[in-house]
DNA sequence: ATGGCTGGCGACGCCAGA
């Protein structure tokens, strides 16, 4: 009888890739991700330290850009098959903030939705747009035959259960009815969104910023997400998140969020 | 109600993050 095999799906915002390295190599030795989603690169296509994460034991596919934004997707003894590497709807929209690839069986979307603030202004105006964008993309991968999963930093905190504080954050672009209501709407096409449906009632944050020391008192916000397609979500196993990452010294302001999923196939 | 911290850039302060 075979044996299930289980696979580990991971999203990382790293805020600089080649200032987190040792935290990233770090991890990535600790936990062993069969796939990892990267935002916040903040390094041109040339300055990607592709070599240091081979030796890892990862393939790599990325998207870089001067100073900001900037994805990748690793496959753990794999390298990625890249389907996509922008959004669809917007030909003059230039941020790198999107990539996808078949990794380990699995459609993988790496997402870097933008933040959005100051609100309102221009800035929230490109966050709604590229949500929507988001939507309709999502919408032709939702109902696939095969497993997709959409990982990643979202800017969204979903509901008042994923803030330590909602009243500290109510200008905030996050928190917004608009920015809420888009991610509700995503949702809706049929993705689970996994670390909420493992943790339920309970509380679980994925970004804590550098203020009055928010990471060691655990008052985060939960806006990194896995969002799985129906085929994916029949075989989610379990989530978590990497806290011990935020706790570093020199750490990223998020820590990775996981699932466990039964390998396709 | 506000400011507090951090990285990248490129030359000490500014922008952007969330």
Redesign the pocket.
């Known amino acids: 009888m075979a044996r299930k095999k289980t696979l580990k799906l991971a999203t990382f ?1 790293v ?6 390295l040792p935290n990233l190599l770090e991890w990535l030795d600790a936990e062993k991700p069969d796939v990892v989603a990267l ?2 690169l ?3 296509d040339q ?1 990607f330290p592709a070599q240091a994460i081979e030796k890892a034991g990862y393939g790599a596919v990325w998207q870089g850009q ?4 900037g994805v990748a997707l690793l496959g753990r003894g794999t390298v990625p098959i890249e389907s996509r590497r922008r959004l669809p709807g917007d030909a003059a929209d230039t ?1 790198s903030r999107y990539l996808e690839a078949a990794v380990h069986g699995i459609v993988v979307a790496a997402i ?7 609100q309102p202004g221009p ?1 929230f105006d490109y966050k709604l747009e590229w949500m929507e964008r988001l939507a309709r993309h999502a919408r032709t991968l939702v109902g696939l035959p095969h497993p997709v999963a959409l990982i990643g ?1 979202f ?1 969204v ?1 979903p509901t008042d259960d994923d803030v330590y504080d909602p009243r ?1 954050w109510r ?4 928190i917004q009815p608009q920015s809420r209501q888009a991610y509700a709407r995503l949702l809706g096409q049929g993705w689970t969104d996994a670390l909420r449906e493992v943790f339920g009632e309970e509380r679980i944050y994925t ?1 804590w ?4 020391q928010h990471a060691e008192r655990d008052r985060g ?1 939960r ?1 990194d997400h896995l969002l799985l397609n129906p085929v994916l979500a029949k075989g989610l196993e379990g989530a978590g998140v990497d806290r011990w990452v935020r706790l570093r010294e ?5 820590a990775p969020a996981w699932v466990t999923v039964s390998a396709p196939g």
């Open positions: 915002n805020n600089g890739v080649n200032t987190r935002q916040e903040k390094a041109t300055a001067p100073s900001w934004n941020q870097y939705l933008p933040n959005g603030n100051p800035k930093d800017n905190i500290s200008k905030d672009a996050l970004f910023d550098y203020f009055r916000l806006i020199k750490a990223s302001d998020h």
